[in-house]
């Protein structure tokens, strides 16, 4: 058993653990318009990216930190990875599903 397994063991034990919340509406929360959604990176891509919450991971990292942060402050045991919709499927609608793999592993980082 690693030490990550030992600890979330232990800690299912002692008490319920806490998840956190809704990735979606708290990134709804900021107002983002389609330059934030596109950053410098995607700046000319061919498709509308607003809605592309899981790309945040890439061109807003600073916001996924800090609503993962706010989520452990306010009592979160465990949190999400901003990955809801990081899958070849989902990302093709955006003509980006050869992205899914550094939108999982970006999005595991700032997790």
Do not use: C
């Amino acid at each position: 058993m690693t030490a990550d397994n030992q600890t979330l063991t232990g800690l299912l034990k002692q008490r319920i653990a806490i998840l956190d919340g809704a990735m979606g509406t708290m990134i709804q929360s900021y107002g983002l318009d389609e330059s934030q959604y596109r950053g410098d990176r995607f700046e000319d891509w061919h498709l509308d990216l607003k809605g592309n919450n899981d790309l945040l991971s890439l061109t807003q990292p600073d916001i996924i930190r800090d609503i993962h942060r706010d989520y452990l402050r306010a009592g979160a045991d465990i949190i999400e990875t901003n990955t809801f919709n990081a899958n070849a499927p989902s990302m093709g609608d955006y003509g980006m599903e050869d992205l899914v793999n550094e939108l999982n592993v970006h999005a595991a980082t700032l997790a």
